[in-house]
């Protein structure tokens, strides 16, 4: 892709017709280099309204044990009643937060905005034992539960017949979904009718491993105590009487120590580096069936561009890899208007697959 477009493409064709009238990314001022791009979201925070009506959902996963997962809902005033009708078949944008993220995280209130009157029903998933559902779920989760994801699509394809679902991922929710799509290609899941028509995913992680080392880098110092924070503040409401857990979580000094501490014993990994190896998405990219859309800034403070550069990324033209010049970490906050860039290229994606592209077939 022309570099005056200001992106480039490491995968798929610069040619194919879905390009044409993507925006141009061109950072705006002030937020100017990566950093500024990664902190716009905490220093400005998004509208607070949204539009449409807002329900709350309750997803049971597969166990008992595991509880439910919370999702919030932004619907269509009309597409809210055919639901209550029991008529239609409006498409759902499935969007999956980031470490310590939750509904309420600003990059996905902006995403939301962005489908404003485009006819779909958004809805904003709370992983294991993150925001709301924290009060209704085991947590914690992790980069490659891809299990829960897997039970979210069963149950919007039980409970939303004939509503195909497209879902994007942020950082490590993108991330899950790339694993997924990996997973689902080589034949290890099986969805039927219930897989995604299309997958998305902004400033993901590919390699668990480089993306712990990247963020734990002293110039990530500030990024890192405030992940860190939000993680042990998530984790404080899962068992607040559960002593062990409590006196676990106060010993935790890093993200690779509360990989090594937390995650790793509640979901069956030896340590921080058998979770990492064994749930990274970069293992099976090349086993991508589904049509995906991959956005990464080339000045990502968290994520190495080189994995990006190094992953063996399908032919076919299914998988469009598209790195910006600039754009931090999910932040694209551009020139081409108030949303994000990563807002107009994906809402661009999802109208292009529901006007007519059949089940698992790319529009690129």
């Not at 993507?22 to 950093?35: K, M």
């Not at 689902?184 to 299309?198: M, R, S, Y």
Request: proline share 7%; net charge neutral; glycine share 12%.
């Amino acid at each position: 892709m022309n570099s005056g477009r200001g992106f480039r493409l490491l995968a798929g064709s610069p040619h194919a017709p879905f390009w044409a009238d993507v925006p141009d990314f061109q950072p705006r001022w002030p937020w100017i280099g990566g950093d500024l791009q990664t902190l716009r979201n905490r220093l400005v925070a998004p509208p607070k309204a949204l539009w449409g009506v807002e329900r709350r959902l309750l997803i049971p996963l597969r166990s008992p044990s595991f509880g439910a997962l919370s999702a919030l809902s932004n619907a269509p005033f009309d597409l809210a009643k055919a639901k209550q009708e029991k008529l239609g078949a409006s498409p759902i944008v499935l969007m999956v937060h980031g470490l310590g993220g939750c509904e309420d995280s600003a990059y996905l209130r902006l995403a939301t905005l962005g489908f404003e009157g485009c006819g779909v029903e958004v809805i904003r998933l709370n992983l294991r034992g993150a925001g709301p559902s924290a009060a209704s779920s085991s947590g914690p989760y992790h980069g490659g539960l891809t299990d829960d994801l897997c039970d979210v699509l069963a149950w919007l394809h039980a409970e939303r017949p004939g509503q195909p679902v497209l879902a994007i991922g942020f950082s490590l929710g993108g991330h899950m979904l790339l694993r997924l799509a990996g997973q689902l290609g080589a034949g290890e899941i099986e969805l039927e009718a219930a897989h995604p028509l299309a997958i998305m995913s902004i400033s993901a992680p590919l390699d668990l491993a480089a993306a712990g080392a990247r963020i734990a880098a002293p110039r990530n110092r500030i990024y890192h105590q405030a992940l860190l924070r939000w993680m042990k503040r998530d984790g404080a409401q899962w068992a607040p009487s559960d002593d062990d857990l409590q006196m676990r979580l106060r010993a935790v000094a890093s993200i690779r120590d509360f990989d090594d501490r937390i995650v790793a014993p509640a979901h069956g990994f030896r340590n921080a580096d058998d979770y990492y190896y064994r749930a990274s998405a970069a293992h099976g990219l090349s086993r991508i069936r589904l049509p995906v859309l991959a956005l990464h800034g080339d000045d990502d403070p968290w994520i190495p561009l080189d994995a990006y550069q190094a992953a063996d990324w399908p032919d076919g033209g299914h998988v469009q890899v598209a790195i910006s010049r600039g754009g931090g970490h999910v932040g694209f906050h551009g020139r081409q208007g108030i949303l994000p860039w990563y807002v107009m290229v994906t809402r661009k994606c999802v109208l292009a697959h529901i006007s007519g592209a059949r089940p698992g077939m790319a529009v690129f």
